[in-house]
């Protein structure tokens, strides 16, 4: 089944006429033969809104009850069941009251929607979740309801009802928004010019972002990779040179002159890996971008003109800044530069060459990794000043059987020798000399710098290129050797973290400490900003706040690290200890990135924390509507019976009809005596609040008085042997009472027939066992403690389930609502742990379950 489609109006602040449009929308097609309902409408007492409704079918709306008062909703249900076409459904951003299918009503059009049903909607840009606190910060109005703008966004039409300010207080003046009594206060506050203007724009932003949406999907969809000038997107190009700062000035002015322009700032990672690029540079340019309300980019790509205008291109940009060259007036004689290559490309593309300090001084290259160890470059020059001298003697005695071409081979084999231990540098200074040695040594005339034979010439320089060669190729199969070494390093390292993120492990302190470990750090810190970024924000100690940190002393702000990385969300992570090359950076920012979903995840296991003790409370809460909803009404419908036929007149009742009808009265009173009692002393053990008067008491006082509450439920089927010589327990008496009565009570009543028994197992038949075994109730002493024991004979409980029978509101083996709301064991124990006693169930031997209330022993002064 297709999805629905969602229409919105959006409105700049309530009065403007969005539930009017929507109406007369909805007017319009059902004239045309569209099957449209009304499933939710607020017209506000409006009568003209009202009228629109004349002609609509009006869907019925869901009554809610919540606090003792009566609400209606959007009925999802009747609107499913009836399928239109079309459902009007007014206020998005609504939030439902408890108890209703969904907590939002966006989630209740969104379920329409994927039955297929059509929907059109309202919605006021100050409910926009990205707005919110926009909105207030303009108005001092709190907004508690919001949608997500990917709820709006999604929608196929967005329609903005527009209203001047001036016009939107006329009709609040008229009273046409709001009733007469609160016109005065609402355009004195909320409705000021001002902030109607301030909302009016908000929504016209809002708006123009939502067309360019739509405008770049179109224009993917098509083809379209020309520039549509439809709004004023200026980009500025980047190298993380000195200059970037001047070149984000200018094209803040530019964008200035333009109301609405956006700006958008690109890097360009060239092949070699961020040649000329200074990271921290670019870095605080990044800052200075989001903070002036732009986006940073960075592409990748070996022809950088190409690649600046891709980029802009893709996001139909109308104005391109670029710095002046800082490259040499010679080298732009030799290949024109970047500047002169984009403009001769960039078409329709406004291009701005600006200026700076920097132009023409010469393109600064960081130091190349030197590929070889410092140690073997001087293993190679000693090798050289020693091994040169050997070979020209050796050769030299030689003279006599070797010629010039066979002394050439061996001092290039000695370069090559060379090269392979000292890399390019001695092996450059080795050629040099050998072209010298060869020279006045071995190449007619001797002793002289001159060649008597071209052929002897053209032999040396064969040489002197051959042995270049030769350590160039040399020293760069070194450096790859060192790159490929360090890139296998970082890949293992990115595996290894890769397997911790698989692991689950998270823990962000570890993961710094490994970062730092790694790295040979002194110290590593990750930032977060909570206030919105500015230009001279960066460096300020009071707009950062340490999240985590390791090792020494921690950075206070970015500026004080050797090196920081943007985590994203507002994290920065600030290295000290030492500068990192712009290598490294691959496997810093996987370690930012990990960082801050470390952060994250903590954050959202606080908050699960936080709500799990209301998760708990809310279970409590339906779990005991649900218990209760039974057997508050049973006793309340049977005492109003009996009352009721008391109270009539047209009956002439005898005297044991009126007495038994006053018993059936008191006994219902009672239970739900019992019920309320036993209600509110759980919801004080939980709450915490339950107070308790402890005090010396006899069990021989206590157990008959909950007998006699018990009445005529335990007259005959309870045994009591309580000795003579039992000491006294401290406990609060009434409490105590509460306990056996509610512990005796379950035994009497869910024993099978002929048989009591305190199992929770229920009767296969309602009627309650009048024969059997008596429930038996014994004590005794044990050490320190006395232990009461109510022991049956019935099916007992399995060892797995005794835990169960504990919790609230659970009624082990229940099929009914019969049988009372599952309180009576877990309030027994609770009120039992309270006085500092215990409760605990085992079996009783031969056949049944028993329940042990062991209490202290009452301990007088001067007592052992």
């Given at each position: 089944?297709?999805?629905?489609?969602?229409?919105?109006?959006?409105?700049?602040?309530?009065?403007?006429?969005?539930?009017?449009?929507?109406?007369?929308?909805?007017?319009?097609?059902?004239?045309?033969?569209?099957?449209?309902?009304?499933?939710?409408?607020?017209?506000?007492?409006?009568?003209?809104?009202?009228?629109?409704?004349?002609?609509?079918?009006?869907?019925?709306?869901?009554?809610?009850?919540?606090?003792?008062?009566?609400?209606?909703?959007?009925?999802?249900?009747?609107?499913?069941?009836?399928?239109?076409?079309?459902?009007?459904?007014?206020?998005?951003?609504?939030?439902?009251?408890?108890?209703?299918?969904?907590?939002?009503?966006?989630?209740?059009?969104?379920?329409?929607?994927?039955?297929?049903?059509?929907?059109?909607?309202?919605?006021?840009?100050?409910?926009?979740?990205?707005?919110?606190?926009?909105?207030?910060?303009?108005?001092?109005?709190?907004?508690?309801?919001?949608?997500?703008?990917?709820?709006?966004?999604?929608?196929?039409?967005?329609?903005?009802?527009?209203?001047?300010?001036?016009?939107?207080?006329?009709?609040?003046?008229?009273?046409?928004?709001?009733?007469?009594?609160?016109?005065d206060a609402a355009l004195s506050n909320y409705f000021r010019v001002g902030n109607l203007t301030a909302l009016r724009e908000l929504a016209l932003l809002w708006l123009a972002g939502k067309v360019d949406e739509?405008?770049?999907?179109?224009?993917?969809?098509?083809?379209?990779?020309?520039?549509?000038?439809?709004?004023?997107?200026?980009?500025?190009?980047?190298?993380?040179?000195?200059?970037?700062?001047?070149?984000?000035?200018?094209?803040?002015?530019?964008?200035?002159?333009?109301?609405?322009?956006?700006?958008?700032?690109?890097?360009?990672?060239?092949?070699?890996?961020?040649?000329?690029?200074?990271?921290?540079?670019?870095?605080?340019q990044r800052e200075i971008v989001e903070g002036l309300g732009g986006t940073f980019h960075q592409v990748v790509g070996d022809d950088v003109a190409r690649a600046l205008l891709d980029f802009a291109r893709a996001v139909n940009a109308t104005q391109l800044v670029l710095g002046v060259s800082r490259r040499g007036r010679f080298a732009q004689l030799l290949r024109p530069g970047i500047g002169v290559t984009t403009t001769a490309l960039s078409g329709t593309i406004d291009v701005h060459m600006v200026t700076h300090d920097q132009a023409r001084r010469g393109v600064g290259r960081p130091a190349r990794d030197r590929g070889l160890a410092p140690g073997r470059r001087i293993a190679g020059f000693l090798l050289a000043g020693c091994g040169l001298p050997l070979l020209t003697f050796g050769l030299a005695q030689a003279r006599p059987t070797l010629s010039l071409p066979s002394d050439i081979l061996f001092f290039l084999a000695a370069v090559?020798?060379?090269?392979?231990?000292?890399?390019?540098?001695?092996?450059?200074?080795?050629?040099?000399?050998?072209f010298l040695l060869l020279n006045w040594f071995f190449t007619p005339p001797l002793h002289r710098f001159t060649v008597a034979e071209q052929e002897n010439l053209i032999a040396l320089a064969v040489f002197v290129l051959v042995a270049v060669g030769v350590s160039l190729v040399v020293d760069h199969a070194a450096r790859r050797s060192r790159e490929a070494a360090r890139l296998g390093g970082e890949a293992g390292l990115l595996s290894a973290l890769a397997g911790n993120v698989l692991r689950g492990e998270r823990a962000l302190d570890t993961l710094l400490g490994r970062m730092r470990e790694t790295f040979g750090l002194t110290s590593v810190t990750l930032l977060e900003r909570p206030v919105p970024a500015t230009p001279d924000s960066h460096g300020d100690p009071a707009d950062w706040r340490i999240v985590a940190t390791v090792g020494g002393r921690p950075c206070t702000s970015p500026g004080e690290g050797d090196t920081e990385i943007p985590a994203g969300d507002g994290l920065t992570l600030a290295i000290r200890g030492r500068p990192l090359p712009a290598g490294d950076r691959r496997v810093l920012e996987a370690f930012a990135v990990q960082a801050a979903a470390a952060l994250r995840g903590q954050r959202l296991e606080a908050e699960a924390e936080r709500a799990r003790p209301l998760e708990a409370?809310?279970?409590?809460?339906?779990?005991?509507?649900?218990?209760?909803?039974?057997?508050?009404?049973?006793?309340?419908?049977?005492?109003?019976?009996?009352?009721?036929?008391?109270?009539?007149?047209?009956?002439?009742?005898?005297?044991?009809?009126?007495?038994?009808?006053?018993?059936?009265?008191?006994?219902?009173?009672?239970?739900?005596?019992?019920?309320?009692?036993?209600l509110l002393d759980m919801s004080r053990l939980q709450a915490g609040v339950l107070g308790i008067a402890a005090q010396p008491i006899a069990l021989?006082?206590?157990?008959?008085?909950?007998?006699?509450?018990?009445?005529?439920?335990?007259?005959?089927?309870?045994?009591?042997?309580?000795?003579?010589?039992?000491?006294?327990?401290?406990?609060?008496?009434?409490?105590?009472?509460?306990?056996?009565?509610?512990?005796?009570?379950?035994?009497?009543?869910?024993?099978?027939?002929?048989?009591?028994?305190?199992?929770?197992?229920?009767?296969?038949?309602?009627?309650?066992?009048?024969?059997?075994?008596?429930?038996?109730?014994?004590?005794?002493?044990?050490?320190?403690?006395?232990?009461?024991?109510?022991?049956?004979?019935?099916?007992?409980?399995?060892?797995?389930?005794?835990?169960?029978?504990?919790?609230?509101?659970?009624?082990?083996?229940?099929?009914?609502?019969?049988?009372g709301v599952g309180l009576g064991l877990a309030l027994a124990r609770g009120l039992t742990e309270a006085m500092g006693g215990e409760l605990v169930p085992e079996d009783t031997p031969g056949g049944g379950l028993t329940m042990i209330v062991a209490l202290p022993v009452h301990r007088t002064e001067g007592s052992s």
């Open positions: 089944m297709a999805r629905g489609q969602l229409r919105i109006y959006l409105g700049a602040a309530p009065g403007v006429g969005k539930t009017y449009a929507m109406l007369a929308e909805g007017r319009r097609r059902s004239e045309r033969g569209t099957d449209v309902v009304v499933g939710y409408v607020e017209t506000h007492g409006r009568p003209r809104t009202a009228a629109l409704l004349d002609g609509l079918e009006v869907l019925p709306r869901a009554t809610t009850t919540h606090r003792g008062a009566e609400f209606t909703e959007l009925d999802v249900d009747a609107v499913l069941r009836r399928a239109p076409d079309v459902v009007l459904v007014d206020e998005l951003a609504h939030t439902n009251v408890p108890g209703v299918r969904h907590d939002k009503r966006w989630r209740d059009v969104e379920k329409i929607l994927d039955a297929g049903i059509d929907v059109i909607s309202t919605v006021n840009v100050q409910h926009l979740e990205s707005v919110n606190d926009v909105v207030e910060n303009i108005t001092g109005v709190p907004q508690r309801e919001t949608v997500p703008d990917e709820v709006v966004r999604s929608a196929q039409q967005v329609e903005l009802v527009d209203m001047a300010p001036e016009a939107l207080r006329r009709r609040m003046a008229h009273g046409n928004i709001y009733r007469p009594e609160k016109v739509q405008l770049d999907r179109y224009r993917a969809d098509h083809g379209i990779g020309g520039t549509w000038e439809a709004r004023e997107r200026i980009v500025v190009a980047l190298t993380g040179g000195p200059e970037g700062e001047t070149l984000l000035r200018r094209a803040t002015r530019i964008a200035a002159r333009s109301k609405g322009a956006d700006l958008l700032a690109v890097h360009v990672t060239h092949g070699d890996a961020l040649s000329g690029t200074r990271p921290r540079d670019l870095a605080r090559v020798a060379i090269a392979l231990v000292g890399g390019m540098r001695p092996a450059l200074f080795t050629a040099v000399a050998g409370a809310d279970r409590m809460r339906t779990a005991l509507l649900n218990a209760v909803s039974h057997d508050l009404r049973t006793p309340l419908a049977s005492a109003k019976a009996a009352v009721d036929s008391l109270a009539t007149t047209s009956i002439d009742w005898t005297p044991q009809e009126r007495a038994e009808l006053l018993d059936t009265a008191v006994q219902s009173l009672d239970r739900l005596d019992r019920l309320v009692a036993n021989d006082e206590i157990v008959p008085r909950a007998l006699d509450d018990l009445g005529d439920d335990a007259a005959g089927r309870v045994t009591v042997q309580l000795g003579d010589d039992l000491p006294e327990v401290t406990a609060d008496p009434a409490l105590l009472e509460r306990v056996l009565v509610n512990l005796i009570a379950n035994a009497l009543r869910y024993a099978p027939p002929g048989e009591p028994s305190s199992s929770p197992h229920p009767p296969p038949s309602n009627r309650r066992a009048s024969l059997g075994e008596p429930v038996l109730v014994t004590a005794g002493v044990i050490r320190d403690r006395v232990e009461l024991r109510i022991a049956d004979r019935g099916p007992g409980v399995p060892q797995g389930e005794r835990e169960r029978i504990f919790l609230p509101f659970q009624r082990l083996g229940d099929r009914d609502a019969h049988t």
